[in-house]
């Protein structure tokens, strides 16, 4: 399964050649089951955002209307799909950003531990999602190098931040912990915070230092496609019991409604 609409059209060789060459925009991603998405207005809130930082200027109602149409337009008779909404430069660069969606296959949750290898970086802009990624996909390719899965950013002070594509939750055997850095706030991230406030899971968000991960007991990756794949081991320490983390993460995560696109 596979498309690619601008605008609610398949573009045309040059504006595929335009797009191919000129990377500037912001996106979201999201995985739609049966028509629907959790954390949906998370996700317009986020392009809504984005376009105020990189394009200048907010939406109105009509404007998310017309973005939920062109969603759907993109899906087309699909029901479970991978799906990314992008914001790009039109041709005029005085006119309006225009809206790129890419559809794919969905993509299952990986129940796989992850071996991370933690990478001193931090993303430009890091409170959006944007199409500035070779440093993280740099650090990516170079844990793999290393025999890694992944890579965990740590930025000045030690401060732990996020992973590549992904939040990152610790347990210290009372709580779930999220690190308090300059970090995407994954809507996954947001939408299991409310979640564990409703159900009482017990939960913060404060700094974490690279060298106290020995002290923590279990860690997770958590983003659109995971709500807590655990995470084995972050250099060389070794976490045995991520149960209690993914339990946690999990239980809450089956609370969060699902939104018609």
């Known amino acids: 399964m596979l498309n690619l609409e601008l605008n609610g059209r398949v573009p045309d060789l040059a504006e595929t050649q335009r797009l191919a060459t000129h990377n500037y925009g912001h996106f979201t991603s999201m995985q739609v089951r049966d028509g629907r998405v959790r954390g949906l207005a998370l996700h317009l809130a986020r392009l809504d955002d984005g376009n105020e930082t990189f394009f200048g200027g907010r939406g109105d109602v009509a404007d998310e209307l017309r973005l939920r149409e062109l969603i759907k337009h993109a899906l087309g008779p699909a029901r479970d ?61 170079l844990a793999g190098r290393d025999g890694f899965d992944d890579a965990l950013f740590v930025g000045p002070g030690e401060n732990i931040s996020e992973g590549s594509t992904w939040n990152v939750a610790f347990w210290d055997g009372e709580r779930v912990l999220w690190p308090e850095a300059p970090v995407l706030k994954g809507v996954t991230m947001v939408l299991l915070q409310v979640a564990m406030t409703m159900t009482g899971v017990p939960w913060g968000i404060r700094p974490v230092v690279r060298g106290e991960l020995p002290d923590l007991l279990a860690a997770a990756a958590v983003n659109s496609i995971s709500s807590a794949r655990p995470i084995e081991s972050i250099d060389d320490v070794v976490f045995t019991d991520s149960a209690a983390l993914t339990d946690a993460l999990e239980t809450a995560w089956k609370t969060v409604p699902w939104d018609e696109i």
């Open 81 to 141: 799909a991978s799906v990314r909404v992008a914001y790009v430069p039109a041709a005029d660069k005085r006119a309006r950003p225009e809206v790129l969606v890419s559809v794919s296959d969905p993509i299952p949750a990986s129940g796989s531990a992850l071996r991370i290898q933690t990478r001193e970086y931090q993303r430009d802009w890091p409170e959006h999602k944007h199409a500035a990624t070779m440093g993280l996909s740099y650090a990516h390719r």
